[in-house]
């Protein structure tokens, strides 16, 4: 009786979790991300330091590309009862969103709403004219805005915080929910 060759176990291919990419993917979008970056601030030096929906528009554009080159989606999802259009808006956000709720902001808030230019400021810097604060309209509507983070599988309870973390996540979507108006602005006695 002879004997068999021994079998040398197959070793099986390394899988990722479930919700982690691979780390090729990873390597791709953070290079995207660095590209898009850098092509955000290279546009910001010829814009005019006047033109005031030239800075917006490339704020709105490049939170949108940003998003985009970290493999993030932006829902939004509108209030039951639409903002009203007769008086100014005040953007009101519940929670903390961190970098990617604020980028998620900027290309979901109209443009107009008082608020708003605060966080694209804070998110995408752009060199401009001096400008004097906004002025408090004491007629704005309270819009409240909430910012989750939701995965394939559900909810995600902890937001990734870290570019290590938003590169390695598959289908992160960022939904941001614009609320129904609440109470008045107290006006000043």
């Known amino acids: 009786m002879t004997l068999a060759p021994p079998a040398h176990p197959v070793p099986r291919p390394r899988r990722t979790a479930p919700d982690l990419v691979d780390v090729a993917t990873q390597q791709r979008r953070r290079l995207h991300w660095s590209a898009t970056r850098a092509g955000v601030r290279a546009r910001t030096t010829l814009i005019p330091l006047g033109s005031v929906r030239r800075r917006q528009s490339l704020q709105v554009c490049g939170a949108a590309q940003l998003l985009t080159s970290l ?82 599988d559900g909810d995600r309870a902890l937001p990734p915080r870290t570019l290590d973390e938003v590169v390695a996540v598959r289908g992160l979507v960022v939904e941001v929910r614009l609320l129904a108006v609440g109470p008045e602005v107290p006006r000043a006695v």
């Open 71 to 152: 493999g993030v989606r932006v829902v939004v999802v509108q209030p039951s009862v639409p903002w009203p259009r007769d008086r100014p808006h005040r953007m009101v956000v519940a929670n903390d969103a961190g970098l990617l709720g604020d980028l998620a902001l900027l290309t979901a808030v109209p443009r107009t709403t008082y608020g708003w230019a605060a966080v694209a400021d804070r998110v995408l810097p752009v060199r401009t004219a001096l400008r004097g604060s906004q002025p408090d309209d004491l007629d704005a509507a309270l819009c409240p805005v909430t910012v989750a983070y939701r995965m394939p």
